[in-house]
DNA sequence: TTGTACGCGTTATCAT
DNA sequence: ATGATAACGCGTACAA
């Protein structure tokens, strides 16, 4: 491997010389930096990341953990971090912990090897507390996205989870709607706590009743099999006229669902969910969604961390972000009256 | 920061023991092995795998560098990488060219900065050409996806696209369907090429007459503006009766303007493409497609790197391996006979 | 303006 | 079975 030290000898100069010219620090003469900058290019040298991470004492590595690659908010997410790591000079490592705390451990303990300089997480739930404690102990600063975790303070963007499922009822009585079921992500899931309350107030304003019978409670995930789900929704009586799913993934599995019990959306059965599904769609966008600002929570979630990088020793309050969800209506929800 | 000698100084041993427990080499009795995991457990140690890299000289950082995140066939290629990665204690690090030549090189550049230990990746195309013959000056090696380069010898993950586009165009002609457009990818994409190659050898063999009227070449990535391709259908006279996309991507946009023109799919014309839409379809799956093992390439793909990385210095043969596309019929071709 | 000595945290080598 | 020393490639502090 090419070394600063091989570039001195060459351009006849010491390697300290040669790491001024690489860094634009100190006073060089002309003559010495157009000397050494010349045989640079001759023996194609490349700075060596790990060296200079070593004695630095940081990486210049952020991590994002999202929890599914396969789903298109977390994508799109993904991708405004990664604009936005990218604008102020970081790499980012990445990981997919599938909703799944084993995973997350996992990617915990290879985050605090490699000693990146932050971490941006969307974190499987409350019992993921150990790990954010983990994080802490180590006193890497990082930024929670989507999801609080109870017993943890730190930054954050949130999704508005409780108007947003509100606006989702709101949305359904206006057009008729009066036996609405949801279909959700794990309880120990705060945004799916929120989003189970805002459906609840919802009820009650529009002076709706409801059951605990209407709810199902499963992973945010994709399911592998749908047959729990089939079996609560063959008890209900009577059957829902809506649906409003907790995520855009449960979505499109409860009308896999609906499809092969020859239900129609919305003919038979109404759909609404938090969440868009991304800008490739087959045909025209079906579902009437609570849209979140996708892109935004990675970039600003991303901005927030890089901040908070750069006062690392300050005592700064934590600062929490929460985006508005907006209501898309398309042609999920038929009209009862 | 604990260190192994902050260990060692509380365990009354070197840190060279203590090095040795942490990697389970060398002789170590039981009872120091003990004591020093007990003063690793106290003092929260984490090893430094920064330290760890420069001295052994590999990170266990792959890299993996694919064209546009948004794309499910890409996302589902990352998450077959990824578990393979995973699987062989390699952690990934992760990049989004956008199909931009100038994005990709700063890519090569962290790549190499960074001393990852392998790379795999989309590369733009054609002229991404310097990009891997920098990587091949320093030693990094790499495995090509979905794409061959012209000049570049070295393993490769490949879809049988020339095939695959011709079961398109066969399928399209058992329906009765003599006048066929295409929509394609930049011509300086080896599969972009082959598609089109497929797609005229179709047409030829199911003695169709082909005009380069009927071709429109774009970018395999999100339009931004339709209205170029707009003017390109606008001209065509007759109108196709069927149009063959070079991707998936590109099927959407496709689609969006005929919404525009007010014209159905498939009443009005008919639509198939390349790659799959992603397991979170809001409807059923609606595009009859020549699917690809997006998952496969990605996994396949990483353990031909990691094998190729085993075995560096070995000047084992170049592998190609070229997993084929399955055509998968659905409801977007309308029978013309 | 340029150079010397040292340290970042770890492992390999050689010694005891 | 355990330890001392050097080395990985680079940047900081200080000296010249």
Chains 1, 2 share one sequence.
């Not at 991470?53 to 799109?76: A, C, E, R």
Request: glycine share 6%.
């Amino acid at each position: 491997m090419v070394t600063i030290y091989d570039i001195a000898a060459k351009a006849n100069v010491s390697a300290m010389t040669v790491s001024r010219v690489i860094n634009n620090t100190g006073k060089i003469s002309d003559r010495t930096r157009a000397k050494v900058k010349r045989v640079m290019e001759e023996m194609n040298y490349v700075p060596n990341q790990t060296a200079r991470s070593l004695v630095l004492q940081q990486t210049k590595l952020l991590f994002l953990l999202i929890t599914d690659i396969m789903n298109p908010f977390y994508t799109t997410l993904a991708r405004g971090a990664e604009d936005a790591a990218k604008k102020h000079g970081y790499r980012l490592l990445f990981g997919n912990s599938d909703e799944n705390l084993e995973k997350e451990a996992d990617y915990v303990t290879t985050i605090l090897t490699t000693r990146v300089d932050g971490v941006l997480l969307a974190p499987a739930g409350d019992p993921s507390l150990p790990h954010l404690e983990s994080l802490q102990r180590h006193n890497v600063p990082f930024v929670l996205l989507d999801r609080e975790v109870p017993g943890i303070q730190c930054d954050i963007v949130l999704g508005d989870s409780k108007e947003g499922a509100r606006q989702l009822v709101d949305h359904l009585a206006a057009a008729g709607h009066r036996r609405i079921a949801i279909v959700n992500g794990s309880s120990s899931i705060s945004s799916a706590r929120l989003r189970l309350q805002g459906y609840k107030e919802g009820m009650k304003l529009n002076e709706l009743t409801y059951s605990d019978d209407y709810m199902y409670e499963t992973s945010f995930g994709s399911l592998n099999d749908l047959s729990d789900m089939d079996r609560w929704l063959e008890r209900l009586d009577p059957m829902p006229t809506a649906i409003l799913s907790g995520n855009n993934v449960l979505a499109v599995e409860v009308m896999r669902l609906l499809k092969q019990r020859n239900m129609r959306v919305p003919e038979d059965i109404s759909i609404v969910c938090f969440d868009d599904l991304g800008p490739h769609t087959e045909v025209e966008p079906f579902l009437t969604v609570a849209a979140q600002q996708a892109y935004q929570f990675g970039y600003m979630g991303m901005e927030m961390l890089i901040e908070r990088i750069g006062h690392r020793n300050e005592k700064r309050p934590w600062k929490k972000i929460v985006l508005p969800a907006e209501l898309l209506v398309r042609r999920s929800v038929r009209p009862l009256n």
